[in-house]
């Protein structure tokens, strides 16, 4: 059974690691500056990660295998299978993130693939970064991603960050809020570019298979 998905907590003065779980509140606006970083490679087809939204329009987001190779191999793979077709965005919290990626479409269910082993990097998390979900375990993602509303720079080197929207952005901001939303926004088709857009938008070719183990408890839920 695949966990929660992660990001971290707030409180007080201390920051803490925990799960991205239901009743987590982004964190009060800062004057943080985002770490430098080095400039991104020209993006190229084979590295454009395409979702078609409910909300109206198409998102386009440069997959950076330079900094998170298994990562980006992890959406592509999932991609090409029709795994991320007619999936909610189950969790967006105004101001903060949107997430997405769960089969179950709870925050608890991911693939039959092996979780990731954290490939942490420089890419800091900025409007519009793309940056997988987790439970507490630092290795643990494998299917469910988010893609921030508004800089988090808490999150940086936490989360593993394996992308940037190039356009469409708005067509995220318009994906209703909740925890979940009553109204849940949809991927209708994902694609990586480089393969050609498909025809139709064919279901999901793999279904979550729980894993013979019991269900680790949900790390913390931070309110900010």
């Keep these: 059974m695949r966990p929660f998905a992660a990001l971290l907590a707030l409180a007080g003065a201390l920051f803490a690691t925990a799960g991205c779980a239901r009743g987590e509140r982004a964190a009060p606006a800062t ?21 078609e939204l409910s909300t109206g329009g ?76 987790r439970a507490e375990a630092n290795d643990s993602a494998n299917s469910q991603f988010f893609l921030m509303l508004m800089p988090t720079f808490r999150l940086d080197n936490r989360y593993t960050a394996f992308g ?5 952005m708005e067509y995220v901001d318009a994906l209703e809020k909740g925890e979940p939303p009553a109204n849940p926004g949809r991927i209708l088709r994902a694609w990586i570019q480089a393969d050609g857009e498909p025809r139709t938008a064919s279901p999901p070719i793999q279904t979550f298979t729980p894993a013979p183990t019991a269900t680790p408890t949900p790390a913390p839920t931070p309110r900010g």
């Design 164 to 168: 940037r929207v190039l356009s469409g």
């Design 58 to 133: 198409r998102v386009t987001v440069q997959l950076r295998p330079d900094k998170a190779p298994n990562h980006v191999e992890r959406i592509k793979t999932l991609t090409r299978r029709g795994f991320y077709n007619g999936l909610t965005f189950h969790r967006v919290i105004d101001g903060f993130m949107a997430q997405g990626g769960d089969p179950k479409g709870t925050g608890e269910g991911g693939s039959d693939l092996p979780d990731l082993k954290a490939e942490f990097n420089d890419l800091p998390h900025v409007r519009g970064v793309a940056s997988m979900a």
């Design 31 to 51: 004057a943080a500056v985002a770490p430098a970083t080095a400039v991104a490679p020209a993006p190229t087809p084979d590295n454009i990660w395409v979702l």
